[in-house]
């Protein structure tokens, strides 16, 4: 069964960093794009930043110069640093991958984590 298991949310203090990780588990053939969302109270759940497995990006305009997003394809990780932390970035932070399930197969399925609660106090 496959799983992504987060980790690294916690209370930081506006100004502060945090690095959020996020490690796939169970049996498929390859990790295509990764991703992280945010949801915050009362609010859609919305996209922060992507790489793909070439390790090209994308960020949310309010995450450019202050997020950075990695991957390990080894250990089937995905990270995200984020820095100068400010109050409206607290929220449930959730990652995803789209996985080719098996070599026998085009078949993509997108799969999230279960979250991690990131909250940033003025």
């Known amino acids: 069964q496959v799983q992504l298991v987060e980790s690294g949310g916690g209370l930081v203090q506006a100004g502060g960093s945090l690095r959020l990780s996020c490690t796939a588990s169970?049996?498929?053939?390859?990790?295509?794009?990764m991703g992280w969302y945010r949801q915050a109270p009362g609010k859609q759940r919305e996209l922060v930043a992507t790489i793909t497995s070439a390790g090209s990006t994308n960020y949310v305009d309010s995450a450019k110069g202050r997020f950075t997003i990695s991957r390990d394809n080894a250990k089937r990780t995905v990270y995200l640093q984020m820095n100068s932390l400010k109050p409206e970035d607290t929220a449930v932070y959730y990652c995803?991958?789209?996985?080719?399930?098996?070599?026998?197969?085009?078949?993509?399925?997108?799969?999230w984590g279960q979250g991690t609660q990131v909250t940033v106090s003025s």
């Open positions: 169970g049996s498929f053939f390859t990790i295509n794009a």
């Open positions: 995803n991958a789209d996985l080719r399930i098996s070599f026998t197969t085009q078949i993509i399925r997108r799969y």
